[in-house]
């Protein structure tokens, strides 16, 4: 059994930052790609950013690059998601995922529970 447990999320005013964190029990963390994703109220899920199981490849949606960076400590099962320069727009509750690098969450087999993040303007 693998559980994923989101922590960093809280209410920042826009052009501030946030850092999340994933932290993964169970085995095997290495070996898989990580993802996170994100769902504003009404909207559907959405992929922002992923990281292979070694940390060499990164890929990122549009609307995020070059504010937000994923990082992952293989040695402490932990992905990160470094957020900066944050909008309005980034509201929203945000998932880490095990198993891929897809922008799919079909792709996925293992979610966190969430964690929101708020911008105000």
């Known amino acids: 059994q693998v559980q994923l447990v989101e922590s960093g999320g809280g209410l920042v005013q826009a052009g501030g930052s946030l850092r999340l964190s994933c932290a993964a029990s169970?085995?095997?963390?290495?070996?898989?790609?990580m993802g996170w994703f994100r769902q504003a109220p009404g909207k559907e899920r959405e992929f922002v950013a992923a990281i292979t199981s070694n940390g060499h490849y990164t890929y990122y949606t549009d609307s995020v690059k070059g504010r937000f960076t994923i990082s992952r400590d293989n040695a402490k099962s932990t992905v990160f998601l470094q957020m900066n320069s944050l909008k309005p727009e980034d509201t929203a509750v945000y998932y880490c995922?095990?198993?891929?690098?897809?922008?799919?969450?079909?792709?996925?087999?293992?979610w966190g529970q969430g964690t929101q993040v708020t911008v105000s303007s």
């Open positions: 169970g085995r095997t963390f290495s070996g898989y790609g």
């Open positions: 995922a095990r198993g891929s690098t897809s922008q799919r969450p079909g792709s996925y087999d293992y």
